[in-house]
């Protein structure tokens, strides 16, 4: 079956403007071919989508199930040449990012520079938010694109594969752990902790964690930023967990031992995050299309 786009076009005007004649007008043609037209589009669907009398004609159940279809097709058709368009002049436009601090410190810097060098005109704007935010904001269309620890976030959002990073336990350099290559967590949490942010992900991964082991966390400050968190810890006020590439970027600055985390918590797996059933613009696709090549060549 092929099904003409001016048909559709027709018929959803005339669903619209509630009258063969004014829909007609609307798509500049002459009513005796809209009728037409309309007549060819149930005999190819073989339904009847309008019942016809001398007071007019009225929309059947079939009619108002097909609008919903045939308005998507004709967006889609719409976007195809919008983006074509794009292609034809340069990739213009911004795509709103919203991504956990791992995600931010780890991948992103790198990753957004050699996809804004590639597409020169199109704007990419940042904002920082906990997993479960960056979860609502894409929901709510607040973002575009959000990137989040993988988990379940409900049926108004789909979860793209991304990335993978490791928690690790970091500790002042004269520590008594510092020597040791693998600890369990078990091992640390006699000693006191730096810790994130109330809401962050790793703290309620270490609480948890703490209570499965029946032993008590021992928080004893919070800060906002991994780069504050190392500062704490390289000042001897405790030890902390965060992930490997985040504490490598300060390791060679600050006196801290970055030691291996022997738990299966520790490895996490990082997701791309967008609006379920909902297509991306052309330049957000553009965008995910680079952030997953990018995760596939570094797990390959």
Not at 58 to 75: D, S
Not at 108 to 113: V, Y
Request: glycine share 6%; charged share 20%; proline share 4%.
């Amino acid at each position: 079956m092929k099904l003409d786009p001016v048909s559709l076009r027709l018929f959803v005007a005339v669903m619209e403007e509630n009258a063969i004649a004014r829909a007609a007008a609307r798509e500049h043609i002459a009513p005796s071919a809209a009728s037409r037209r309309l007549a060819e589009l149930e005999d190819q669907l073989r339904v009847e989508l309008f019942t016809r009398s001398n007071r007019g004609t009225e929309p059947t159940a079939a009619a108002y199930a097909l609008l919903n279809l045939a308005r998507g097709v004709l967006n889609d058709l719409d976007g195809i040449a919008t983006q074509m368009r794009d292609y034809r002049a340069g990739v213009r436009g911004h795509v709103r990012v919203v991504a956990n601090i791992s995600a931010i410190t780890q991948f992103l810097p790198g990753e957004l520079q050699r996809f804004m060098a590639a597409h020169p005109q199109v704007g990419v704007r940042l904002q920082e938010q906990i997993s479960s935010a960056v979860a609502q904001s894409v929901a709510e269309n607040a973002a575009d694109v959000g990137i989040l620890n993988h988990g379940s976030y409900g049926e108004r959002v789909a979860l793209l594969p991304y990335r993978e990073d490791e928690l690790v336990l970091i500790v002042p350099a004269g520590h008594a752990l510092a020597r040791r290559r693998r600890v369990r967590l078990a091992d640390a949490l006699p000693c006191d902790f730096v810790g994130m942010h109330p809401g962050s992900a790793i703290n309620n991964l270490l609480t948890r964690a703490a209570a499965e082991l029946e032993m008590p966390l021992r928080l004893r400050m919070q800060v906002t930023s991994y780069d504050a968190l190392c500062l704490m810890v390289s000042a001897g006020l405790g030890v902390a967990v965060l992930p490997r590439g985040s504490a490598q970027n300060l390791r060679g600055t600050l006196a801290i031992r970055a030691i291996t985390l022997a738990e299966p918590w520790a490895r996490r797996r990082l997701s791309l995050c967008v609006r379920a059933q909902e297509p991306l613009s052309g330049v957000a696709r553009l965008l995910v299309d680079h952030l997953r090549a990018l995760g596939t060549e570094a797990g390959a």
